[in-house]
């Protein structure tokens, strides 16, 4: 079975311009979530999109979005880049079925903002 | 505010020892944790998970601690060998939103051969 892929897998941007990622999961799974690792501040939850509807979020500006197609697949989106905005963008797929489910991770976008 | 802390950014072991990795949290309403490792390059991979339920689980070289009196777990990796050599995160999520991983930063394993 096909792990998630996370296409691109480096993107280079400059302030003010605004970016889509996008994540397919694992065939079967029905729920995508998001994640951004700094060095900073680890990994933090961005948001979690389960039969195309957000079912959490985590604590970003709307500047973040997201959506997630009748396929499962989900994008992500960042208008108004910013330069803190750099940082390494991991989704993560499960059945999303019971919240104990292993979450599978893909290899993730590496955004550098410049 | 961290709710999950891995307060050892490092930790370096020689190759058939022990390696302990320690995570403390602060939400009492946790009740499901779990310990993923990452390659440089790659995505977190799902190690061990432990519920709140039990304080020991075993899967071959790895067993976790959850001693909740003291909001604390532990990866115990046994013997330890150079493959190891990675970052460990501790993650945990509460029974009311399983969903919604808060993580700790990562402790970063070297096993030396």
């Known amino acids: 079975k096909a792990g998630v892929t996370q296409t691109p897998r480096y993107l280079i941007k400059t302030r003010g311009q605004q970016v889509t990622l996008s994540c397919s999961p694992i065939s079967g799974h029905r729920s995508v979530s998001w994640y951004q690792q700094t060095p900073g501040q680890g990994l933090q939850f961005l948001f979690e999109y389960f039969s195309e509807t957000q079912r959490n979020k985590g604590n970003f500006p709307g500047r973040f979005s997201g959506r997630q197609f009748s396929n499962s697949r989900s994008e992500m989106n960042v208008s108004t880049l910013e330069l803190g905005d750099s940082a390494l963008y991991l989704c993560?797929?499960?059945?999303?079925?019971?919240?104990?489910?292993?979450?599978?991770f893909g290899p993730g976008t590496r955004l550098t903002v410049l | 505010d961290q709710q999950v802390k891995q307060n050892s950014p490092s930790l370096s072991v020689q190759e058939g020892r022990i390696s302990i990795l320690n995570c403390d949290y602060t939400n009492s309403m946790f009740d499901y944790f779990l310990w993923y490792k990452k390659y440089p390059a790659e995505g977190p991979t799902f190690l061990i998970s432990?519920?709140?339920i039990k304080d020991k689980n075993e899967d071959g070289r790895f067993t976790v601690f959850l001693n909740k009196s003291a909001k604390h777990l532990s990866l115990h990796i046994v013997p330890s060998q150079p493959g190891d050599s990675a970052v460990y995160f501790c993650a945990a999520s509460n029974a009311g939103n399983n969903r919604k991983l808060i993580w700790g930063l990562g402790t970063s394993l070297a096993v030396n051969p």
């Open positions: 432990i519920s709140s």
């Open positions: 993560a797929s499960n059945t999303g079925s019971q919240g104990t489910d292993t979450q599978y």
